[in-house]
């Protein structure tokens, strides 16, 4: 199979923005791995067998309930134990599984960075595939510079589903996906940019980026926790609007 090349990345901590619920927070982070590049149509046609059009180009139109099965799929074909069970449309994650999975929102932002402040961790242009490139389509990985941690593509070229809920008091079950398309511009390609879909929902520019590492506990870890995602969901709650945060 195709090897899943994966980055160590340093414990530290990183702020995150929510602009809709005009929210900033802080999160520690222990050390994990995740993918140098966003998981390609080969690896997912190696992983489900099917055929693969464009096989080094990243994998698209996957739903977030495809890339957490995407997760245990290749938590299977090295022989780790599976991050996530299902009990139909509803996912559990064991922290404790050090089984592919995908990032937390918190893990995916720090690990953009790599130590940067701004909205990109270098010129846009050098960096990422966005509008300005005039392509039609996802650019095969690793076409532009990495970051500092050794990363390719995470801004632009596709988005990248995350684990955590978006805003469950608006959006119910809907899904964080971060890092900006090959269709975007300047605006959205950004490292604290948020968006997010429902479970089902695939569209032609968003793909997924592997994580590993397991912690201790059952319902809580890397800035995400259940008990969280509960209070957020209080349909009392304020309910902002506006999408992306100016940085």
């Known amino acids: 199979m195709t090897d899943i ?31 140098v590049y966003p998981v390609t149509q080969e690896l997912q046609a190696e992983l489900l067998g099917e055929p693969a059009r464009h096989p080094r180009r990243p994998a698209t139109d996957v739903s977030w309930l495809r890339a957490v ?6 938590s299977e074909w090295e022989g780790l ?11 559990t994650w064991h922290v404790d599984s050090d089984g592919y999975r995908l990032p937390t929102e918190a893990e995916w932002e720090y690990a953009c960075r790599a130590g940067s402040t701004g909205p990109h961790y ?8 966005t509008a300005a490139d005039g392509v039609s389509a996802p650019q095969e990985i690793g076409g532009k510079l990495p970051n500092l941690n050794g990363l ?8 990248e589903w995350c684990w955590d809920l978006l805003d469950p008091a608006r959006y119910d079950q809907y899904r964080v996906f ?3 398309g090959y269709a ?14 429902a479970p089902r929902m695939h569209h032609d520019d968003v793909g997924v980026r592997f994580a590993r590492g397991g912690f201790d506990g059952t319902d809580a870890a890397q800035g995400w926790s259940a008990r969280a995602d509960r209070e957020r969901a209080d349909p009392d709650g304020p309910l902002p609007s506006g999408w992306t945060p100016r940085r």
């Open 69 to 74: 099965r995407l997760c245990n799929a290749a």
């Open 152 to 159: 390719f593509d995470t801004l632009g070229n596709v988005w």
């Open 122 to 129: 270098g010129p846009l242009a050098e960096v990422a595939w």
């Open 178 to 180: 971060r890092g900006g």
């Open 81 to 91: 134990d599976a991050a996530y069970t299902f009990d139909g449309e509803e996912v």
């Open 5 to 35: 090349e994966m980055a160590r990345i340093a414990p530290g901590r990183v702020t995150l923005h929510d602009a809709r619920r005009k929210r900033r927070w802080t999160v520690e982070l222990e050390g994990f791995e995740i993918g």
């Open 184 to 197: 975007d511009d300047a605006w959205s390609v950004r490292a604290s940019t948020r968006r997010g879909g």
